[in-house]
């Protein structure tokens, strides 16, 4: 069902933000009803925008390659089933019939001296900076939710915030009114084209993608680049390894290897990746990978026409930027978790972690057009800027008749839009791709993290 001749609002807003050529939003259509639309503010409809454009950005991809115009680009219809489902893919995730464990007991929403403050310990060592700053008076059995709550109470969330972000851990004071106001994308051209991919069998098909992320927003890019047919190679370091649930729900579609940046022989097999690249997606904060000479900057002197895609937490300016974060902590910080507040004024989130997820298709989607226009460029997204785009310009739609008998009784679950599949972790349990017009699922399922040759694959193994 097409919303209108001009298209959905929030989908037109975030095509122009890419730089997609005017109209060609209005080839995209939403169908049936999700299960994100609860919320107070409009995240069915940023949930939706985003898969939205990166199908369209599929399209288009697929069109150039192929010698066609975009006049050429057919009509796409979204479902807003599927869509909600991938946004909460980490949930209805089960590893050989086990559900995850989506946050440590020592994250959530604590009440403090003066108000609020979120905390994420769901890693080892920033459950163990938390333990260094608030446990010091736990005792044998180590903190407890119980004596955390008790620590907090009589501290201000600030001082705790910046307490715990000083000793390497993470946590943030839940502030009312929303954050500075950030840019969905900031775009760069570089100069110099990316090599001729020529027609291929999928939009990304041959496509060589350095994946340096974590959590979710780009790893969810990258998991729909390598849906779309892009040889995705993800990078750890091997002293951070990532928790077996991440990676069962979002490595699908990559290969997983280890390289150690700081180690000069590691970094020169990454650099003779890097020489074969098309694109390189990092989610380091600003300024991590400049020790390693690995600045967005050094990388398209490195390999011109290269496509550098780069997603961060707090936005690339402004005191902040340059700080760790997470979904649930951007959502406290930047002002959500009190605007989704409920009537005893605890603090609330959104029905889905949608600023990672929603960043993961952006991103994807940028990643997608700078190939259809010869790559050459440098892209940055940020959680804080798709929190930004949500409380400021996302305008809420009305539900459409069939979307609300949906909602009734008779809605249906997620069930129509989960897949099953062995993989390296088990037999899983997982959300299907919601791109309209690209491939209906992965071949394969993840392999273990980590544990893939940190090489490309041959050139007649591509899709």
Same mark, same amino acid.
């Given at each position: 069902? /097409?919303?209108?001749?001009?298209?959905?609002?929030?989908?037109?807003?975030?095509?122009?933000?890419?730089?997609?050529?005017?109209?060609?939003?209005?080839? =995209?259509?939403?169908?049936?009803?999700?299960?994100?639309?609860?919320?107070?503010?409009?995240?069915?409809?940023?949930?939706?925008? &985003?898969?939205?454009?990166? &199908?369209?950005?599929?399209?288009?991809?697929?069109?150039?390659?192929?010698?066609?115009?975009?006049?050429?680009?057919?009509?796409?219809?979204?479902?807003?089933? *599927?869509?909600?489902?991938?946004?909460? &893919?980490?949930?209805?995730?089960?590893?050989?019939?086990?559900?995850? =464990?989506?946050?440590? $007991?020592?994250?959530?929403?604590?009440?403090?001296?003066?108000?609020?403050?979120?905390?994420?310990?769901?890693?080892?060592?920033?459950?163990?900076?938390?333990?260094?700053?608030?446990?010091?008076?736990?005792?044998?059995?180590?903190?407890?939710?119980?004596?955390?709550? #008790?620590?907090?109470?009589?501290?201000?969330?600030?001082?705790?915030?910046?307490?715990?972000?000083?000793?390497?851990?993470?946590? =943030?004071?839940?502030?009312?009114?929303?954050?500075?106001?950030?840019?969905?994308?900031?775009?760069?051209?570089?100069?110099?084209? %990316? @090599?001729?991919?020529?027609?291929?069998?999928?939009?990304?098909?041959?496509?060589?993608?350095?994946?340096?992320?974590?959590? /979710?927003?780009?790893?969810?890019?990258?998991?729909?680049?390598?849906?779309?047919?892009?040889?995705?190679?993800? /990078?750890?370091?091997?002293?951070?390894?990532?928790?077996?649930?991440?990676?069962?729900?979002?490595?699908?579609?990559? @290969?997983?290897?280890?390289?150690?940046?700081?180690?000069? #022989?590691?970094?020169?097999?990454?650099?003779?990746?890097?020489?074969?690249?098309?694109?390189? =997606?990092?989610?380091?904060?600003?300024? #991590?990978?400049?020790?390693?000479?690995?600045?967005?900057?050094?990388?398209?002197?490195?390999?011109?026409?290269?496509?550098?895609?780069?997603?961060?937490?707090?936005?690339?300016?402004?005191?902040?930027? %340059?700080?760790?974060?997470?979904?649930?902590?951007?959502?406290?910080?930047?002002? /959500?978790?009190? *605007?989704?507040?409920?009537?005893?004024?605890?603090?609330?989130?959104?029905?889905?972690? #949608?600023?990672?997820?929603?960043?993961?298709?952006?991103?994807?989607?940028?990643?997608?057009?700078?190939? *259809?226009?010869?790559?050459?460029?440098?892209?940055?997204?940020?959680?804080?800027?798709?929190?930004?785009?949500?409380?400021?310009?996302?305008?809420?739609?009305?539900?459409? $008749?069939? *979307?609300?008998?949906?909602?009734?009784?008779?809605?249906?679950?997620?069930?129509?839009?989960?897949?099953?599949?062995?993989?390296?972790?088990?037999?899983?349990?997982?959300?299907?791709?919601?791109?309209?017009?690209?491939?209906?699922?992965?071949?394969?399922?993840?392999?273990?993290?980590?544990?893939? $040759?940190?090489?490309?694959?041959?050139?007649?193994?591509?899709?």
């Amino acid at each position: 069902m /097409i919303i209108d001749e001009g298209g959905d609002p929030a989908t037109r807003q975030a095509w122009t933000a890419l730089g997609g050529a005017p109209g060609l939003n209005g080839r =995209v259509g939403y169908r049936g009803a999700g299960a994100l639309g609860a919320a107070r503010l409009p995240v069915r409809e940023l949930a939706r925008a &985003s898969v939205g454009v990166c &199908s369209l950005a599929a399209a288009e991809l697929a069109a150039v390659r192929a010698g066609r115009t975009v006049a050429d680009l057919p009509g796409l219809v979204v479902d807003e089933g *599927a869509v909600s489902t991938a946004f909460t &893919s980490e949930r209805h995730l089960r590893v050989d019939g086990r559900a995850p =464990v989506s946050f440590a $007991p020592l994250s959530g929403f604590w009440r403090t001296a003066d108000g609020w403050l979120r905390t994420h310990a769901n890693y080892p060592h920033h459950r163990a900076a938390l333990e260094r700053v608030l446990g010091s008076g736990s005792g044998s059995g180590g903190l407890t939710p119980e004596r955390l709550r #008790a620590e907090l109470a009589g501290r201000r969330a600030v001082e705790v915030q910046e307490a715990v972000y000083a000793a390497g851990g993470l946590a =943030v004071a839940v502030t009312r009114g929303f954050g500075a106001p950030q840019p969905l994308v900031e775009v760069q051209r570089t100069g110099g084209r %990316g @090599r001729e991919l020529g027609a291929g069998r999928l939009p990304a098909s041959g496509v060589r993608v350095l994946d340096l992320t974590r959590v /979710i927003a780009g790893p969810v890019a990258t998991r729909t680049l390598g849906l779309l047919g892009a040889d995705v190679l993800r /990078i750890d370091p091997p002293g951070l390894p990532e928790a077996d649930d991440a990676h069962a729900d979002t490595g699908f579609g990559k @290969r997983s290897a280890r390289l150690d940046l700081a180690d000069r #022989a590691d970094r020169e097999v990454f650099g003779e990746l890097l020489a074969e690249a098309d694109v390189v =997606v990092a989610g380091y904060r600003p300024g #991590a990978l400049d020790r390693y000479g690995l600045a967005a900057g050094e990388l398209v002197a490195r390999r011109p026409g290269l496509v550098v895609a780069q997603v961060c937490a707090w936005g690339w300016h402004g005191p902040w930027a %340059g700080r760790r974060g997470f979904d649930s902590l951007v959502q406290a910080g930047y002002g /959500i978790a009190a *605007a989704e507040a409920g009537p005893d004024g605890a603090p609330g989130v959104l029905p889905a972690q #949608a600023l990672d997820h929603g960043t993961g298709y952006l991103l994807a989607a940028g990643v997608l057009r700078a190939l *259809a226009e010869g790559g050459g460029r440098v892209l940055r997204f940020s959680l804080a800027g798709t929190a930004s785009w949500l409380v400021r310009e996302v305008p809420r739609q009305p539900t459409a $008749p069939d *979307a609300r008998e949906a909602h009734g009784s008779g809605a249906p679950g997620p069930g129509p839009w989960l897949r099953e599949t062995p993989s390296a972790y088990g037999r899983l349990r997982y959300a299907a791709p919601p791109l309209a017009g690209g491939p209906r699922d992965w071949p394969a399922g993840p392999s273990r993290w980590g544990t893939d $040759p940190a090489r490309w694959l041959p050139t007649g193994d591509l899709p």
